[in-house]
């Protein structure tokens, strides 16, 4: 389905099409839905997987088409959930056509252990024909690419075939009304179906208490440690570190309605022999408005250490966006963001990965069932020549134009009121 995730208020019969879930006071709710759509795009930077030449930017058309289930239940503190989807995207390139699947599933559950404590685990297999480094360039955007549903991965750079997996697991505990402590354990692999030198496999554990000071205002401490095994050009494994002593602040503004600000942040350690540690404090600072029914204006940025499959280092990395949306009139959503970042290697300093973008889409919904959309989306990245062990080029610059249809049919749908 589109990009355009607008969370704000309720957007009335047709804001399933958008993305958003509407406004429900049922304790006990099952839905499932079947989703699909189809489109068109014009793409000004093709990487098919038979060209050797990774300097050239072939201007192609492409269609696609995609379909995919949702699950949902939720009883009161169960929940579970469940999405697959499916696509094919056909590209008319000359002097050759080429065609590619991309598989996609992921499921999740959270139940009660006692009164005081709950847990949860979720799942996650993606098999992608294209790479891309990040999922969004603005990451706390309203605009958001959900590629489970679209045709399209926009924001790919090359078209590598890539098989992710991500597996977690998390026991929360209450301790007193604003006090909790958390553990959480991780594991995540990307496996290159050509490129098996950059595979990446990640596993991790942390414990994080959390206490409440007032309303909007909270303190953390935490400790998380994650080994990471690349199998890249050094051949070298890293130990990421993170102690997490801060503050979380979210805030509404008394002296303008509906407006909120937000930051967090933490400590990184990475170990690498050879190496002195490296310390970094990241974090993020958000801001939102909010206004209407349905409109908002928002800007974030954020420090943060990264792990990138095919990257011979972990990235410093450095982001900033902002974003628009909102919906004219019950059939018309429409959402626009700007984003863009710089990293550098933590150990050897090697800077010049550089992105930036700019996304918009626009919706009509034709009845409850159905909608048509158009978006573009541009971006420019930038990496620095032998920093990666992927056959990426140094510099893409894409632009695409993307035209289609998509629908939700509901399948199954019960709600029960809570007393």
């Given at each position: 389905?589109p990009?355009a995730?607008m969370a704000?208020?309720?957007?009335?019969p047709?804001?399933?099409?958008?993305?958003r879930?509407?406004?429900?006071?049922?304790?006990?709710?099952t839905?499932?839905?079947?989703?699909?759509?189809?489109g068109?795009?014009?793409?000004?930077?093709?990487?098919?997987?038979?060209?050797?030449?990774?300097?050239?930017?072939?201007?192609g058309?492409?269609?696609?088409?995609?379909?995919?289930?949702?699950l949902?239940?939720?009883?009161?503190?169960?929940?579970?959930?469940l999405r697959?989807?499916?696509?094919?995207?056909?590209?008319f390139?000359?002097?050759?056509?080429?065609g590619?699947?991309?598989?996609?599933?992921?499921?999740?559950?959270?139940a009660?252990?006692?009164?005081?404590?709950?847990?949860?685990?979720?799942?996650g297999?993606?098999?992608?024909?294209s790479f891309?480094?990040?999922?969004?360039?603005?990451?706390?955007?309203?605009?958001?690419?959900?590629?489970t549903?679209?045709?399209?991965?926009?924001?790919?750079?090359?078209?590598?075939?890539?098989?992710?997996v991500?597996?977690?697991?998390?026991?929360?505990?209450r301790?007193t009304?604003?006090?909790?402590?958390?553990?959480?354990?991780?594991?995540?692999?990307?496996?290159?179906t050509?490129?098996?030198a950059s595979?990446f496999?990640s596993?991790?554990?942390?414990?994080?208490?959390?206490?409440?000071?007032?309303?909007?205002?909270?303190?953390?401490?935490?400790?998380?440690?994650?080994?990471?095994?690349?199998?890249?050009?050094?051949?070298?494994?890293?130990?990421?570190?993170?102690?997490?002593?801060?503050?979380?602040?979210?805030?509404?503004f008394s002296?303008?309605?509906r407006?909120?600000?937000?930051?967090?942040?933490?400590?990184?350690?990475?170990?690498?022999?050879?190496?002195?540690?490296?310390?970094?404090?990241n974090g993020n600072?958000t801001?939102?408005?909010?206004?209407?029914?349905?409109w908002s204006v928002?800007?974030?940025a954020s420090?943060?250490?990264?792990?990138?499959p095919?990257?011979?280092?972990?990235?410093?990395?450095d982001?900033a966006?902002?974003?628009?949306?909102?919906?004219?009139?019950?059939r018309?959503?429409?959402?626009?963001?700007?984003g863009?970042?710089?990293?550098?290697?933590?150990?050897t300093?090697?800077?010049?990965f550089?992105?930036?973008?700019?996304?918009?889409?626009l919706s009509?919904?034709l009845?409850?069932y159905l909608?048509t959309?158009?978006?573009?989306?541009?971006?420019?990245?930038?990496v620095?020549?032998?920093?990666?062990?992927?056959?990426?080029?140094?510099?893409?610059?894409r632009?695409?134009?993307?035209?289609?249809?998509?629908?939700?049919?509901?399948i199954?749908?019960?709600?029960?009121?809570?007393?």
């Open positions: 389905m990009a995730a704000q208020g309720n957007p009335g047709y804001g399933r099409l958008f993305g879930q509407p406004a429900g006071g049922g304790k006990d709710t839905v499932v839905e079947a989703r699909a759509g189809a068109t795009q014009y793409n000004t930077a093709l990487f098919p997987i038979e060209s050797s030449d990774l300097a050239t930017t072939p201007q058309i492409g269609v696609g088409s995609t379909a995919g289930l949702v949902d239940h939720n009883m009161g503190r169960w929940s579970a959930s697959a989807g499916l696509a094919r995207e056909q590209y390139n000359q002097p050759q056509t080429f590619v699947n991309r598989y996609s599933a992921d499921a999740s559950v959270r009660p252990i006692t009164d005081r404590i709950e847990a949860g685990a979720s799942a297999y993606t098999l992608s024909p891309q480094y990040f999922s969004d360039f603005a990451p706390s955007s309203e605009v958001e690419i959900d590629n549903f679209l045709p399209f991965s926009p924001y790919a750079v090359a078209m590598l075939e890539n098989e992710t991500d597996l977690t697991g998390t026991l929360d505990a301790l009304k604003g006090a909790t402590i958390s553990a959480s354990v991780s594991k995540h692999q990307t496996h290159f050509d490129e098996p595979d496999d596993t991790g554990y942390g414990v994080r208490f959390s206490q409440r000071i007032t309303r909007g205002l909270g303190a953390h401490a935490g400790y998380g440690r994650e080994e990471i095994d690349s199998v890249n050009l050094t051949g070298t494994a890293y130990v990421h570190e993170t102690v997490d002593l801060g503050l979380d602040f979210s805030h509404a002296l303008a309605r407006t909120t600000l937000g930051f967090a942040t933490s400590t990184s350690i990475i170990k690498q022999t050879g190496y002195d540690q490296q310390f970094r404090l600072v801001f939102a408005r909010f206004f209407k029914r349905t928002g800007a974030s420090r943060s250490t990264e792990f990138t095919g990257f011979v280092e972990p990235l410093y990395t982001s966006g902002a974003y628009v949306s909102g919906m004219f009139g019950q018309v959503n429409w959402g626009a963001s700007v863009g970042g710089r990293a550098e290697y933590a150990f300093g090697t800077s010049g550089d992105t930036v973008s700019a996304t918009t889409q009509f919904a009845n409850r909608e959309y158009v978006q573009y989306v541009a971006y420019l990245s930038e620095p020549s032998g920093t990666t062990t992927l056959r990426l080029p140094t510099r893409t610059g632009q695409l134009v993307s035209v289609g249809i998509g629908t939700y049919i509901p199954y749908k019960k709600v029960r009121q809570g007393k």
